[in-house]
């Protein structure tokens, strides 16, 4: 993967997402991911999406997890589910949200 930080991550999910609104379809949603020290928010709506460092007033969803760890499964060396149940992947809120973390964070 080229974007080898979380910061270079974020920063080029928006035009990913926003190049492929099909991974988006029907979503109206705030996501807060907490990786390590760093948060960003993913808003979805209407078929587009906007990245923010920083904190989400009321997230659907809340993603935490070490840098390492999201760094691998954004990489796909880490399989979600397995760090969902490893304790590698903490989740708060619509668990359903969760679940279609995968269809967009393999862009």
Same mark, same amino acid.
Do not use: H, I, W
């Given at each position: 993967?080229?974007?080898?930080?979380?910061?270079?991550?974020?920063?080029?999910?928006?035009?990913?997402l926003?190049?492929?609104?099909?991974?988006?379809? =029907?979503? /109206?949603? &705030?996501?807060?991911?907490?990786?390590?020290a760093?948060?960003?928010? *993913? @808003? $979805?709506? !209407? =078929?587009? /999406?906007? &990245?923010?460092?920083g904190?989400?007033s009321?997230?659907?969803?809340? *993603? @935490? $997890?070490? !840098?390492?760890?999201?760094?691998?499964?954004?990489?796909?060396?880490?399989?979600?589910?397995?760090?969902?149940?490893?304790?590698?992947?903490?989740?708060a809120?619509?668990?359903?949200?969760?679940?279609?973390?995968?269809?967009?964070?393999?862009?």
């Amino acid at each position: 993967m080229a974007d080898t930080t979380v910061k270079g991550f974020f920063e080029s999910l928006e035009s990913k997402l926003n190049a492929d609104p099909s991974k988006m379809a =029907g979503m /109206a949603s &705030v996501y807060q991911f907490k990786v390590g020290a760093d948060a960003y928010q *993913v @808003t $979805m709506k !209407e =078929g587009k /999406a906007a &990245v923010a460092a920083g904190e989400a007033s009321s997230p659907n969803c809340t *993603v @935490t $997890m070490a !840098e390492n760890d999201f760094l691998d499964m954004v990489a796909g060396r880490l399989n979600g589910q397995m760090a969902f149940m490893t304790g590698k992947l903490k989740v708060a809120g619509d668990m359903g949200l969760a679940l279609k973390l995968g269809s967009f964070l393999k862009v």
